[in-house]
């Protein structure tokens, strides 16, 4: 892993991609599409970009609405205020009726950095997670949002995508994307580790340290939160007999809740959330503020150690 690349470039130029081969695919946002990187579909795109001003709820009506003239919409904001403020809409105008209608959001978790607490979505996950027939992404890397993005097009009904503003790496290593299918990107019988997002990388960067130590951890990725793979998360758990998750997320209702409901009554092993602990998040450098929160490398592999 060496080159950085946002998860939110990714979508941005996925989009433009997916303009030039399917006439239906139109993008909508809220003001930020310098942000969210819908930018880019806007200038190749101009006459099927629609931005709705700082009117996120509007913008969800509309895209419920354009999907059931036969087009596929792209709802784009900053998850704050797409999964937070536009709650309702996504529930009640696209998720209750069905309506192939995909909204993706930027800018969540601490790793926004310094737009602040009132911006760093750690939440989104969980909301989305509880409404009837949502699918649920978080990709790990560029290459995984554009493949993401390009499934998304494919598939039929509400989803929601949660990209990053932060620059990470991108994985040398290529692997499949299939919606509901995880992914073991390191092999380990010592400790199942479960990761989505931003945190994969940082999983096996911890998985690294370990492996110093003499400690095997299985590292996978949880790219798709809601179907969550059950299958994988009962077969490394039996494997491991202790497993931890790593989310950039409120560690309530999201992916450790996600895998705990897999496990319950399933698997008798160790388990562990590492995410935030019920706080908001705060102001600063990145770097700094997911250190804050103990979500670095060194920091998850410690307290993985605290497990075995």
């Known amino acids: 892993m060496s080159e950085k690349i946002a998860t939110r470039e990714a979508y941005g130029k996925a989009l433009v991609e997916l303009g030039a081969v399917n006439d239906k695919i139109v993008v909508l946002d809220a003001d930020l599409a310098g942000a969210t990187m819908t930018k880019h ?27 059931t003239m036969g087009l596929i ?14 709650y309702e809409q996504i529930r009640n105008s696209i998720a209750y009726p ?4 995909k909204i993706c959001c930027s800018h969540a978790g601490v790793s926004v950095g310094e737009d602040g607490g009132s911006h760093q979505c750690l939440e989104d996950i969980g909301l989305m997670r509880l409404i ?7 990709p790990a890397d560029a290459n995984e949002a554009r493949k993401a993005t390009f499934a998304l097009a494919e598939f039929q009904g509400p989803a929601y995508m949660r990209t990053a503003r932060l620059a ?13 299918k995880a992914n073991v ?9 479960f990761a989505c997002g931003l945190m994969v990388a940082e999983a096996l960067e911890a998985a690294k340290l370990l492996a110093a130590e003499g400690v095997d951890a299985a590292v996978i990725n949880i790219h798709t939160i809601k179907p969550i793979d059950a299958a994988c998360v009962i077969e490394y758990a039996k494997k491991c007999g202790n497993v931890v998750t790593v989310e950039e ?8 809740d996600a895998v705990a409901e897999v496990l319950m009554g399933q698997v ?4 562990k959330k590492i995410g935030v602990n019920d706080q908001f998040g705060q102001s600063g450098k990145a770097a700094d503020v997911l250190r804050e929160y103990g979500l670095t490398g060194d920091q998850i592999a410690a307290a993985i150690k605290k497990t075995l």
């Open 249 to 256: 997320h409120s560690v309530i209702g999201g992916l450790g």
């Open 98 to 101: 069905k309506f192939n209608v």
């Open 268 to 271: 008798n092993c160790k388990f």
């Open 168 to 180: 990470t790496p991108v994985f040398e290593e290529d692997y499949p994307f299939e919606i509901g």
């Open 41 to 67: 579909f806007k200038a190749a795109y101009p006459d099927r970009f629609y931005d709705c001003g700082i009117a996120e709820c509007n913008m969800m009506d509309i895209g419920a609405g354009l999907s």
């Open 132 to 138: 009837p027939g949502m699918t649920v992404i978080v």
């Open 73 to 86: 919409p792209f709802c784009s904001t900053f998850a704050m205020f797409g999964a937070g403020r536009a």
């Open 185 to 193: 990107l390191r092999e380990g019988k010592d400790v199942a580790v």
